[in-house]
């Protein structure tokens, strides 16, 4: 099936007389027949026993998005964040190191430069755009990811995902992607050699501003068992002595990524919220197809203001990473816009407050055109320097670009800037 089909039928088929509509399974819990029957779910679990670790629900929408990006399972999670820490937490454990690109999300950067620190794990920073043997040289003997994000948030720099693969794997670590801007409309990771993704489902695949919710999907391509990772090939004492090479083979990764983590952080979203995002899901295509069109659109208009520093946008021919978007996101570089507003910090911010239709909020990737101020807001804890690793100007503005009509978006930019 094409991508439009998946995002209608995969993951659920309705039986004879069954609903038409994947349907709620609002319950915490599951009855069995005798004791005997329980007692193997705790040794294998091959079926639902108790909603902090699946859902019958959520458990649909782990198999589209899975099917989606082209990956053997999914685990769905409560938040982005969560899907962030669970994927680098599933392969580090205190004492370990991974890398991480610099032009991630400000969030993202404080997870794992903060807290991880503080779990004993070691985020090791570097520049995408730097050479394969620079980036190399960040590698230790610990070291078991790496991380970067297809689209950077804010800085919307195009990961060269087959170069990172290839310095990832000539390592002997997965390269893990946050996939959320470019969603796997737009691009599929796993085809340039990642080996696992994650995505705030918050953005656009639910699209809706309705739910918080993330996701990790296994591609199942990554050798586990190449000497760096003993939790994997070794019994896990906490589940009965399973080894999870050996029992689930190429599943490995997102199977012990459910047994372990969620059953011990229970971040796992509620079958409502899964419901919600099922529905964004399903009109995913349609949604990113008119993201691109109005963002490519606007984005030109931002281009010919002469109030505009600079724009970022990789559908523009004149971006930094044009080329690079035709060969990863050949369909559309999503919605959002970065844009950096002559007169730095104060103007950016009369520009924001002068927009009528446009909504002043933390979020992104909605239906609905909004922006933000990544230095004063999402970033806000970065020090000056971090933030200029992570491509942040004081006078950049995020603008993600929704699906009113574009006239009426660029009628409101027009107002806004004429206020400055």
């Known amino acids: 099936m094409r991508d439009e089909t998946k995002c209608l039928r995969s993951g659920y088929k309705p039986e004879n007389g069954a609903p038409g509509v994947m349907p709620i399974v609002q319950s915490t819990t599951y009855v069995f027949d005798n004791t005997a029957e329980v007692a193997g779910l705790f040794d294998m679990?091959?079926?639902?026993?108790?909603?902090?670790?699946?859902?019958?629900?959520?458990?649909?929408?782990?198999?589209?998005?899975?099917?989606?990006?082209g990956g053997v399972g999914a685990m769905c999670t409560s938040s982005g964040q969560a899907a962030s820490l669970l994927s680098i937490?599933?392969?580090?454990?205190?004492?370990?190191?991974?890398?991480?690109?610099?032009?991630?999300?400000?969030?993202?950067?404080?997870?794992?430069?903060?807290?991880?620190?503080?779990?004993?794990?070691?985020?090791?920073?570097?520049?995408?755009?730097?050479?394969?043997?620079?980036?190399?040289?960040a590698f230790k003997p610990n070291t078991k990811a790496m991380f970067s994000e297809t689209l950077a948030n804010p800085a919307l720099c195009v990961l060269d995902i087959e170069k990172m693969a290839r310095i990832a794997h000539a390592n002997g670590?997965?390269?893990?992607?946050?996939?959320?801007?470019?969603?796997?409309?737009?691009c599929k990771p796993f085809e340039f050699g990642a080996d696992i993704v994650v995505h705030s489902t918050t953005k656009y695949m639910d699209g809706h501003a309705l739910q918080g919710g993330g996701v990790i999907v296994d591609s199942g391509n990554f050798d586990w068992t190449n000497g760096k990772f003993p939790d994997?090939?070794?019994?896990?004492?906490?589940?009965?002595?399973?080894v999870y090479t050996k029992e689930f083979g190429n599943m490995a990764y997102i199977i012990k990524a459910r047994m372990q983590l969620m059953r011990d952080f229970g971040c796992y979203p509620s079958a409502h919220s899964s419901f919600l995002l099922n529905i964004g899901l399903?009109?995913?295509?349609?949604r990113m197809e008119r993201y691109c069109s109005n963002a490519l659109k606007v984005a030109s208009y931002f281009k010919s203001s002469d109030k505009i520093e600079s724009v970022i946008y990789p559908g523009l021919e004149s971006d930094a990473h044009h080329e690079r978007a035709k060969k990863y996101l050949p369909k559309g570089t999503s919605g959002v816009i970065s844009i950096v507003i002559k007169g730095g910090k104060a103007n950016a911010v009369k520009f924001m407050d002068s927009l009528k239709m446009a909504s002043?909020?933390?979020?992104?990737?909605?239906?609905?055109?909004?922006?933000?101020?990544?230095?004063?807001?999402?970033?806000?804890?970065?020090?000056?320097?971090q933030l200029i690793a992570a491509g942040i100007?004081?006078?950049?503005?995020?603008?993600?670009?929704?699906?009113?009509?574009?006239?009426?978006?660029?009628?409101?930019?027009?107002q806004a800037l004429a206020a400055i």
């Open 45 to 69: 679990p091959t079926a639902h026993m108790y909603s902090r670790f699946s859902n019958p629900t959520t458990e649909v929408v782990e198999k589209k998005i899975a099917d989606l990006e």
């Open 89 to 137: 937490l599933n392969v580090c454990n205190a004492g370990d190191s991974f890398v991480s690109t610099s032009t991630i999300y400000g969030g993202t950067v404080n997870l794992f430069a903060v807290t991880l620190k503080k779990l004993g794990i070691e985020c090791i920073f570097v520049d995408a755009e730097a050479s394969e043997e620079e980036i190399s040289k």
């Open 173 to 186: 670590v997965p390269l893990i992607v946050d996939n959320t801007f470019a969603t796997p409309i737009l």
């Open 232 to 242: 994997f090939t070794e019994p896990d004492e906490s589940y009965h002595g399973v």
């Open 282 to 286: 399903e009109t995913l295509p349609v």
């Open 360 to 385: 002043n909020e933390v979020h992104v990737a909605d239906i609905r055109t909004c922006v933000l101020h990544p230095a004063s807001e999402t970033h806000r804890q970065l020090t000056d320097e």
């Open 393 to 414: 100007n004081p006078g950049m503005v995020r603008f993600s670009v929704g699906l009113e009509h574009v006239d009426d978006i660029i009628e409101d930019i027009e």
